[in-house]
T-cell receptor
Framework: RKEVEQDPGPFNVPEGATVAFNCTYSNSASQSFFWYRQDCRKEPKLLMSVYSSGNEDGRFTAQLNRASQYISLLIRDSKLSDSATYLCVVNFHSGGYQKVTFGIGTKLQVIP | NAGVTQTPKFRVLKTGQSMTLLCAQDMNHEYMYWYRQDPGMGLRLIHYSVGEGTTAKGEVPDGYNVSRLKKQNFLLGLESAAPSQTSVYFC???????????FGPGTRLTVL
């Protein structure tokens, strides 16, 4: 089993639709979680951190389920500009040791 | 502030040649990282540093060396390039090991 698994997609959705992505992780000791966005041939940029209580930023909602070891990203009212690849990131750190694991990303294409 | 910069942006090497990729950040971040990104593999951590003068191995360190002589710079070296090292290389930095990583624009390396 991969340490971090994502459905690579692509997810093709019409403008205005709601779309959700899941990401599962295998290390139950993982401590911090993030969603990054990566546009084609560009660097990843942080979209949002994922907290145990869940968090919302405008049209975006992220949730963490530690019991089932997955995080999710919900995008409401999709815009054309949301088209990108969404990377799930799972972080384990202890003292000077750090293990950062990226998922392969889920590609989203929002269609007019 | 420039954030995270990488040089060069593109490079073509022949098998066996050596080169150094330079990463610089002006955010006074303690943590710096080198990743490679390959199709279908996601971002994989090569080496990282938790502070000036320190380095540590990531997931795929073989064939690479790094140095962090100054806090703002993190160098990635390829001593004898191989075609398997053809990839896009991203540098990143973060203030804390739990926090957001800021990425550079990437270096596209082709080894013939």
């Amino acid at each position: 089993r991969k340490e971090v698994e994502q459905d690579p997609g692509p997810f093709n959705v019409p403008e205005g639709a709601t779309v959700a992505f899941n990401c599962t992780y295998s290390n139950s000791a993982s401590q911090s979680f993030f969603w990054y966005r990566q546009d084609c041939r560009k660097e990843p940029k942080l979209l949002m951190s994922v907290y145990s209580s869940g968090n919302e930023d405008g049209r975006f909602t992220a949730q963490l389920n530690r019991a089932s070891q997955y995080i999710s990203l919900l995008i409401r009212d999709s815009k054309l500009s949301d088209s990108a690849t969404y990377l799930c990131v799972v972080n384990f750190h202890s003292g000077g040791y750090q293990k950062v694991t990226f998922g392969i990303g889920t590609k989203l294409q929002v269609i007019p | 502030n420039a954030g995270v910069t990488q040089t060069p942006k593109f490079r073509v090497l022949k098998t066996g040649q050596s080169m150094t990729l330079l990463c610089a950040q002006d955010m006074n971040h303690e943590y710096m990282y080198w990743y490679r990104q390959d199709p279908g593999m996601g971002l994989r951590l090569i080496h990282y540093s938790v502070g000036e003068g320190t380095t540590a191995k990531g997931e795929v360190p073989d064939g690479y060396n790094v140095s962090r002589l100054k806090k703002q710079n993190f160098l990635l070296g390829l001593e004898s390039a191989a075609p398997s090292q053809t990839s896009v290389y991203f540098c990143a930095s973060s203030l804390q090991d739990t926090g957001e990583q800021f990425f550079g624009p990437g270096t596209r390396l082709t080894v013939l």
